[in-house]
């Protein structure tokens, strides 16, 4: 009977945390496409800017990775990944740059 609980717990916990992910990717994917980032950025794919799962492995283990990722979208800049540059965004607003980075950050290959 204990294992049938813990299996039970253990797929309700499943279930829950895919459609965490999956509300957590739509809005993701609604501040990319509110904020233009969509036009350069894919979770999956280089299109001019890197892709978001390569740019979470890249900062994986730095503890200030989403501040400095944050300021990275708000100032734009070059170099990091090749000499295309990516244009300052002082247009987004901080809370919609620090939940986006915050959810890059999460992605696993």
Known sequence: MKIALVALASATWLIAGNAYAAQ????????????????CH??????????????????????????????????GGVGVWGQIPMPPN?????????ELVTWIMTLKK
């Open 24 to 39: 957590d990717r739509a809005a993701a994917d609604a501040l990319m496409k509110k904020n233009g980032c969509a036009a």
């Open 42 to 75: 894919a979770v999956d794919k280089k299109i001019i800017g890197p892709a978001y799962l390569d740019v979470a492995a890249k900062y994986r283990g730095d503890k200030d990775a989403i501040a400095k990722l944050s300021k990275k979208v708000k100032d």
């Open 90 to 98: 002082a247009n987004i607003p901080d809370a919609d740059i620090k």
